[in-house]
């Protein structure tokens, strides 16, 4: 019967390995067995309980497998080079269909002829790439024919109906990462079904051509609770007929192999347990990554430039627009899932055009730094706010964490908010009796400040109105002023009147904000520091820092200090800020 085939595609060979195979016989023919499919449930990525749609890429291939002897053990020397018209023909056609992408093609799997004589047969076949790289949540609506052909007229040459196998287009193919990606998508489907390729030869109109037309079983294949992928093998037997009586029927050839091969990223390096790693690399590297299209290649860069205008995403706005940059992220987002990259690929490609922005940089700040009180509350708020939560979901950042990146989920922040929380809780009695003490000290009329600092003051043993004065600042008279010979190093227990008279003696100018003791890098919650400048006239003229204990909510035990005592000065180095506490270094200069 006469056929017309219409212009296909072949897809870009990944990889090939051609059998040319010629043998002594009378007359051969092949036949094709009914496929047996061998289904393997598809493992979760390490980290996930799961598999999702989202998670790997698929490419499906056919590849011959030579099996048994090889015919030419039996003797014959010459190779055949190439196609001659013979008495038997034959080929395998596989048709691949994808509806919700739009997406056909055709593959020559083997080309097969033998005639009369006694070494002209030949077989070719090679490894063929029967679909591009498609997201597994897209892949599960492949489906496969596979067409035999056969002919047993001299003059019918099926090679040049189907095509030659060694010929091939370039659609899409990937060969490994940074040599040419191909990704299958809904937005891309528009850009490669162009008619590139072979033009297909039609058969004579007298022709007679038998064909045959069956569907393989589905080669990835989800039912919601688990997803499994399957190899079908097709048999393909040699039938030696008339003049050979040591032929003993037929025997196996080979075995046509359908299979996917799976990855989790085209863009990035794969480690351990599948998961992509995103580390070292930069937003130029992936925009630069070449992309196979038709008979070249062009860069991720330019594909995205060429999305539709509704669609496409501005690759430099104004980093410093918070709304602007989410938007176009929002854009990007939706082109690159649309070009049908997964998950990893689109969050690297985000990770590192945000990256750009300070509102990403500040959203993720480091835990350590969030924590440390160099920022206030109100600041981290802020930067908490601009979590471009019109862009991402949780599990994007999830993703961007489990490819190595550092990233502030929302449960990062929550934990970042309750350290904080316990930390004021920590500082707060600390920085309430400090204000209070400013207050008094503060206070130039001696009779409000001796009535103020009573209800602050009390000791275990002496009770209210009372507490444990000490001096390790220096001589400055403190001794006589209070009326004693000699003050211990432990201190003696003073009243409040004597409070009032000492510190309305030494002429304190100025008062700095109170800051927790620091204690092998933590805050204490009982011990507060303040620094203080005298005026002229001042019996202790340099000034210097004034330490106090709390015990029970009032205050214990009060210190005259040097400003080196507990390392003041470096921890003010090491810790700028303390609970909303920020003492300039111009003030320490100032006690020197």
């Not at 080929?91 to 593959?107: H, I, S, T």
């Not at 049908?340 to 700040?365: C, E, H, M, T």
């Not at 003050?487 to 030494?506: A, C, D, K």
């Not at 507060?528 to 000034?543: A, H, R, V």
């Amino acid at each position: 019967m006469s056929m017309r085939f219409r212009n296909f595609f072949l897809l870009q060979i990944a990889g090939a390995v051609g059998l040319v195979l010629t043998g002594c016989s009378t007359s051969r023919q092949i036949a094709v067995d009914y496929p047996v499919a061998q289904a393997n449930d598809l493992k979760p990525l390490g980290g996930y309980q799961a598999v999702d749609g989202d998670d790997y890429y698929v490419q499906l291939f056919s590849e011959f497998e030579l099996k048994g002897d090889s015919t030419l053990k039996t003797g014959c020397s010459e190779i055949g080079s190439g196609y001659e018209k013979g008495s038997s023909t034959a080929g395998v056609v596989f048709k691949v269909k994808n509806e919700a992408l739009n997406y056909k093609q055709e593959v020559t799997a083997l080309v097969y002829q033998g005639s009369s004589g006694k070494c002209n047969f030949n077989l070719e076949t090679r490894k063929a790439a029967l679909t591009p790289w498609l997201r597994l949540d897209l892949s599960k609506d492949t489906t496969i024919d596979y067409q035999f052909m056969t002919s047993n007229q001299s003059d019918t040459d099926i090679s040049k109906i189907i095509g030659d196998v060694h010929k091939s287009t370039n659609l899409l193919a990937l060969t490994g990462v940074g040599i040419g990606i191909a990704v299958m998508g809904k937005l891309a489907d528009e850009w490669v079904q162009s008619p590139i390729g072979q033009t297909a030869v039609s058969a004579p109109s007298e022709a007679k051509v038998s064909t045959e037309t069956h569907t393989l079983p589905l080669a990835i294949q989800s039912d919601g609770n688990k997803t499994v992928f399957r190899e079908t093998r097709l048999p393909v037997y040699e039938v030696v007929e008339g003049g050979n009586p040591f032929s003993g029927g037929p025997k196996q050839l080979g075995e046509l192999r359908i299979y996917p091969e799976i990855r989790s990223s085209l863009l990035l390096k794969q480690v351990s347990a599948g998961i992509p790693s995103a580390r070292d690399v930069s937003l130029q590297e992936l925009l630069s990554m070449p992309i196979r299209m038709g008979e070249g290649n062009i860069e991720l860069r330019q594909l995205l430039e060429n999305s539709p205008i509704d669609e496409k995403p501005n690759l430099q706005p104004d980093w410093r627009k918070y709304g602007e940059v989410e938007s176009q992220c929002r854009k990007l987002k939706r082109v690159l899932r649309g070009l049908g990259f997964n998950k990893f690929d689109r969050n690297a490609v985000l990770y590192y055009y945000l990256a750009q922005s300070p509102d990403w940089s500040n959203y993720n700040i480091p835990k350590i730094r969030a924590i440390a009180d160099d920022l206030r509350p109100a600041t981290l708020q802020q930067f908490r706010s601009r979590n471009f939560s019109g862009c991402l979901i949780d599990e994007d950042y999830q993703t961007m964490a489990m490819m190595g990146l550092s990233v502030n989920s929302a449960q990062d922040w929550q934990a970042i908010q309750d350290a904080r929380q316990k930390k004021e809780s920590v500082l707060g009695p600390v920085q309430s009796i400090g204000r209070q003490l400013t207050s008094v000290i503060q206070n130039k009329n001696p009779a409000e400040m001796a009535r103020q600092i009573y209800p602050l003051i009390a000791t275990p043993k002496e009770g209210g109105g009372k507490v444990l004065l000490q001096n390790h600042l220096g001589e400055f008279g403190l001794e006589s002023m209070l009326g004693i010979d000699y003050m211990p190093g432990e201190g003696i227990v003073i009243g409040y009147q004597q409070f009032e008279q000492v510190f309305s003696w030494l002429y304190i100018d100025q008062l700095s904000c109170t800051r927790p003791a620091i204690e092998q890098g933590k805050p204490l919650g009982h011990i507060g520091l303040l620094m203080f400048t005298t005026q002229d006239g001042s019996p202790w003229p340099k000034g210097g820092a004034i330490e106090f204990e709390i015990q029970s909510g009032k205050i214990s035990r009060i210190a005259f200090q040097h400003p080196t005592f507990r390392d003041f000065e470096q921890s003010l180095n090491d810790y700028p800020e303390i609970g909303g506490c920020r003492i300039d270094k111009s003030f320490v200069d100032r006690l020197r």
